[in-house]
C-alpha cells in the first residue's frame, strides 16, 4: 500500500484528500488491479484518521469503480478495463448530502471550486499581516483584561482542592463531575433544567463541534450552517466528511423560508449562534426562534446552538437558551471560557439530553481520553472562586466602551448608504454597503489607509456577502477605533464613487 499523507489544516476534507491519493494511485498504476487495501482500522490507525473517514473514502472509489469489497476477504483495486466494458455503471451511494453532490465528478468540481475560492481569500487576507495596521479583524479577547496573578491564584486553589486526581486521565471522558455540576447551576440560574449529566467537557467549542460532526456522518445527518458564520465550524464538520449545505440569514436570524428545500424530513444538524451572532452581532428573534424550532420538530433536524458569546452581553434583556423551548432532546449547546475569559484555557462545554450526551462519550474517548482534568480544575477554581465573575463586570463595561466608540465613529465617518448592526454584547457587527459594491475591492482599498477588516465572502463557505464586512472591536483600543475608522470611511467614500457592479466570482468587479 502506498503512503497517505494528509494536511489536516488545509482547509480540504480529509476524506477527499484520502481518496484522491488513492484514487491518483490506481491510475498511475501505483496500485494494481487484485491489490488488497488495509482494513479500514488499520489504515485509519496509520494515517490518524477516524474509521469513519476511511469509510467515506472507499464509498466515493467503490462508486467510481475502481475499488471493490467482498465480505469476509477484504477490500481490492478492481480492474479498471473490466470495469469499463460493462454496460452497468456502479450504483451510487448513498450519502447524507443532496444527491447531486453526492458522488462523482459534480461533487469533486462543486468542493473543489468551493476550496479555490477559499485559497485565494485567505491568501489575500495575507495583505493584513503588514505591520502597522490597525486590525478589526481579530475576535479575541483583550489579554489586559487578564489581572495579574489571577492564573496563579486560581491554579493553586486547584490544586490545594483536589490535587490528587489531576494525575490520571479523570473520573470520566464527560469531565470532572465538580465542573459539570458547577456549569449546571449556572445555567439553570439562566432558566435551563439540567443536571451534570447534560454536561460533557470538551477542549473549547471547536471540539463539541467536532464531536458531533462525528456522530452526524455515522448517523447519516445531513449538516446546515446558517450563513453568515465563523467559518471554523463548517470546517470542522467539512474535515469529518460532510458536505455542509448552507443557509441564509438575517438581523433576524435564520430566514425560514429558506429552510424549504431541506423539506424532505431527511435527518439533518442546524447550527446557529442565537445569541450575539458571529459576524452579525444580532440575537435571533423570539417569533423566529419558535419557527425555527417549529420547523426542526416537523423535519427531524436537531440544533446545535452556539452560545460562546452568552456571558458577555452589555446591555437589554437577557434571554432564555434556546435550548429551554427547544427541549434537550433536539438541540444541543456549545460554548467555552475562550471568548469571556482567555482564549488559553481550553475548556468548552456541550449541553444536551442526557442519553445523547453518554453516546457522544465514544466519540470524546476516540479523540483524547478526556478533557485535561488539570485545566477542568482551573476552570473550577475560577468560577467558584468569584474571579470569573469579577471578570466579566469589568469586561462587560471594557467591551462596550469599545462598542460604542465604533458606532460613533461609524456615524461619524461612513457616507450614506452604508449601515451596521447595534450588537448588546460579543465582539463582532456587521456592516453592509449599498449593493453593487464589493467589500474585497474595499479591504485592498482600505489596506493602503492603514486598515485591515474581514470582507463579507470570509464569513461563509459559499463567498457571498460580497457588499458586506465584519468589524471586530474587542482587540482595538478607543484610540484605534477612531482613527481606524476615519481611514475606513474615507476608503468606502473613494470606493462610491465609482458606479456600482456586478461583482463576479473574485468579488473584485470593476472596482480594481
Not at 486553589?157 to 486526581?165: I, M
Not at 449556572?186 to 467536532?210: C, E, K, P, V, W
Not at 438541540?331 to 471560557?337: A, K, R, T, V
Not at 462545554?349 to 457522544?360: H, M, P, T, V, Y
Amino acid at each position: 500500500m502506498i503512503p497517505i499523507k494528509i494536511k489536516k489544516n488545509s482547509g480540504e476534507a480529509l476524506y477527499v484528500q484520502i481518496r484522491d491519493a488513492i484514487e491518483k494511485a490506481i491510475k498511475n498504476d501505483e496500485l494494481k488491479a487484485g491489490e488488497q487495501l488495509p482494513a479500514v482500522t488499520t489504515l485509519a490507525s496509520d494515517i490518524g484518521v477516524t474509521h469513519s473517514t476511511i469509510r467515506r473514502a472507499f464509498e466515493d472509489l467503490s462508486a467510481q469503480g475502481l475499488i471493490g469489497s467482498h465480505v469476509g476477504r477484504g477490500t481490492f483495486v478492481l480492474d479498471r478495463n473490466k470495469q469499463a466494458s460493462k454496460e452497468v455503471s456502479p450504483a451510487p451511494v448513498k450519502n447524507t448530502v443532496s444527491d447531486y453532490r453526492s458522488n462523482g465528478e459534480s461533487s469533486t468540481a462543486t468542493r473543489r471550486l468551493r476550496m479555490g475560492i477559499s485559497k485565494s481569500l485567505e491568501a489575500l487576507m495575507e495583505l493584513a499581516k503588514r505591520p502597522g495596521l490597525i486590525h478589526f479583524t481579530s475576535g479575541m479577547p483583550d489579554p489586559a483584561l487578564i489581572e495579574n496573578g489571577v492564573l496563579e491564584r486560581i491554579t493553586k486553589d486547584a490544586f490545594k482542592t483536589s490535587e490528587g486526581q489531576y494525575y490520571t486521565y479523570g473520573e470520566s471522558p464527560l469531565g470532572l463531575k465538580a465542573l459539570r455540576e458547577e456549569l449546571a447551576k449556572r445555567f439553570n440560574s439562566d432558566g435551563m433544567d439540567i443536571t451534570a449529566a447534560n454536561i460533557l467537557i470538551t477542549n473549547g467549542s471547536q471540539q463539541a463541534a467536532s464531536i458531533l460532526a462525528q456522530s452526524a456522518l455515522e448517523n447519516r445527518q445531513r449538516i446546515i450552517c446558517e450563513t453568515p458564520c465563523w467559518l471554523g465550524i463548517p470546517r470542522a464538520f467539512g474535515a469529518i466528511g460532510h458536505w455542509v449545505e448552507t443557509v441564509t440569514r438575517d438581523k433576524g436570524g435564520v430566514i425560514i423560508e429558506k429552510l424549504e428545500r431541506f423539506n424532505d424530513n431527511h435527518p439533518a444538524l442546524l447550527y446557529l449562534c442565537p445569541e450575539f451572532h458571529h459576524p452579525m452581532g444580532t440575537d435571533l428573534s423570539p417569533d423566529r426562534q419558535t419557527q425555527l424550532i417549529n420547523w426542526a420538530n416537523e423535519q427531524r433536524v436537531d440544533l446545535l446552538a452556539d452560545q460562546i458569546f452568552h456571558d458577555l452581553r452589555f446591555e437589554g434583556p437577557s434571554r432564555k437558551s434556546i435550548l429551554t423551548e427547544a427541549g434537550k432532546k433536539s438541540c444541543f449547546i456549545m460554548g467555552s471560557l475562550s471568548k469571556s475569559f482567555m482564549v488559553g484555557l481550553r475548556i468548552g462545554w456541550l449541553i444536551g439530553d442526557e442519553e445523547r450526551i453518554k453516546a457522544l462519550c465514544a466519540f470524546k474517548r476516540s479523540i483524547d481520553l478526556g478533557s485535561p482534568p488539570l485545566m477542568q480544575g482551573i476552570a473550577l477554581a475560577l468560577l467558584k472562586s468569584g474571579e470569573y465573575d469579577a471578570h466579566l463586570k469589568k469586561a462587560r463595561k471594557h467591551y462596550k466602551v469599545r462598542r460604542d466608540t465604533m458606532i460613533e465613529s461609524l456615524e461619524k465617518n461612513m457616507p450614506e448608504g452604508v449601515t451596521w448592526t447595534r450588537p448588546n454584547g460579543g465582539f463582532h457587527m456587521w456592516v453592509e454597503l449599498p449593493r453593487g459594491y464589493s467589500s474585497i475591492a474595499l479591504f485592498l482599498h482600505a489596506i493602503e489607509r492603514g486598515v485591515a477588516f474581514s470582507p463579507g465572502p470570509m464569513q461563509d463557505p459559499d463567498h457571498r456577502f460580497i457588499n458586506a464586512f465584519r468589524l471586530s472591536y474587542s482587540s482595538v483600543t478607543p484610540d484605534q477605533v477612531k482613527k481606524g475608522i476615519k481611514a475606513l470611511g474615507e476608503a468606502v467614500k473613494e470606493l462610491l464613487k465609482g458606479t456600482p457592479s456586478e461583482p463576479g466570482l473574485s468579488g473584485l468587479g470593476d472596482f480594481i
